[in-house]
């Protein structure tokens, strides 16, 4: 494994990233910025609520529950030990390496797909605000606009991961906070509150909230992504399964609230919220505030930016751990000898999440279909992630001595919860391109998993030596 000498700048872990300066504050910036709250009522609650219609809040529910599901799962490992590797490391300890691989290429795959995600989006929110001062110019400015907040994110990325959690947590807190004063204002003017149409469940088919499950579980994208700062985190075996759980029921509590307001304001526009590319605007101008929807645009161009940033800060440090195992080329194991940051992971995380968008906006798509079509094939890598480390966590269990029968029953339910957003992307058949994008994931990981192949013959040892390797990084409590 590569090392990083210590400079005496900062105290480092074996891995020769900074240890132990990240709060408990800081980590939870990381989930919950990894899953930009402020793009849900601003992008994705209009993609949902064309799937799931009235009962879309409810959509947001059963995936809140699902996902605390998983938090479970991913606490049996995150309250034990600590590593950058995040759920491929975890996964990698229940299931072995293979697997463990296998997990690592879906996340990197998630969550460098998922910033080129939310960089459309951010470049969608840049246009929605120069649109309110001039027309025109929309090919250079979302080129730029790319550009810019791609740029911006790599920069913090690669300096400081402190500085990179306290800016996170900063505008986040500010996006969030601007997004309930507007709905606050909303019920404040309309003088109304309940909405009977979104509790009639006569019409509900269960094929509605199966295929708005996937749109929902989108929105959640990345919040186990805290376990990748297991260096770097205070106290990482109590901090971590505090943030995320925490994460978890704070933002989806917020996308219930959200998605509920948005479609009893919408009642009777045109265009219908799923037809909406600002819904956040069209709320401001129904609560009266017109000139609200500027400020609320810079809200959600900040909460996309630091959903980018944090991307970089997660998929940058599962492609630390698995080149440090040998599993890339081994430069991206290396950490920076005075910022202690996976300086050339970030970069090439820097270039996926910046060149994929821009390459489908430069071949004349969409730019919020890119934000759709990115966001869905990110998700179906999270998806798989989470199906695994709730395989992998009673193995894991089983193999200290510690499983309950609670575990496995919650493993199961899991599982047969996540089943449903996958098998909704598949049947009934989604329209073009929707239905390819589910086949183009397992193309990009059949990639990753024929790397791996090759590796296992050409290299025979490399289990062996993950296996030590993944000994050697995860802190046991004694250390922490």
Known sequence: MLSVPNEGLVPLAPTGLRREVLGFWEVVAQSV???????????????????????????????????????????????????????????????????????????????????????????????????????????????????????????????????????????EFLSVSLILILAMAYFLKARTIIDPAQFSFARLHISDIRQGLVLAIFSYVGFESATALGHEAKNPLHSIPRA??????????????????????????????SESNAPLNVLSQLAGIPVFGIVISVGVIISFFACALACMNAGSRVLFAMSRHGLFHSSAGDAHKVHATPHVAVNVAAVVVLGAPLAMFLSHVAVLNIFGYLGAIGTFGVLFAYVFISLASPRYLKSLGELTGVVTFASIITILLLAIPIAGSLYPIPAAPYNYLPYIFLAMLAVGVARFAYLRLTKPGIIAAIQKDLISELLPAAEV
């Open 244 to 273: 995320i759980p925490l994460t978890v029921i704070a933002v989806g509590a917020l996308f219930v609230f959200m998605t509920y307001t948005l479609v009893l304001a919408f009642h009777g526009q045109k265009p219908p919220l």
């Open 33 to 171: 910025a990894n899953i930009a709250p402020s793009a849900t009522p601003a992008l994705i609650v209009p993609l949902a609520v064309a799937a799931t219609g009235n009962a879309t809040w409810l959509a947001y529910v059963f995936a809140t529950t699902a996902l605390l599901l998983v938090t479970f799962h991913i606490n049996q490992f995150a309250k034990r030990s600590s590593s950058p590797g995040s759920l491929y490391t975890y996964v990698a300890k229940g299931l072995g390496p293979t697997w463990g691989v296998i997990t690592g290429w879906c996340l990197v795959i998630a969550y460098l797909i998922i910033g080129g995600s939310v960089l459309a989006g951010a470049a969608n929110y840049i246009k929605v605000l120069a649109h309110l001062f001039v027309r025109g110019h929309d090919v250079p400015l979302t080129v730029f606009a790319m550009i810019l907040v791609a740029a911006a994110a790599w920069y913090v990325a690669y300096r400081d991961i402190k500085l990179s959690t306290q800016f996170m947590l900063a505008l």
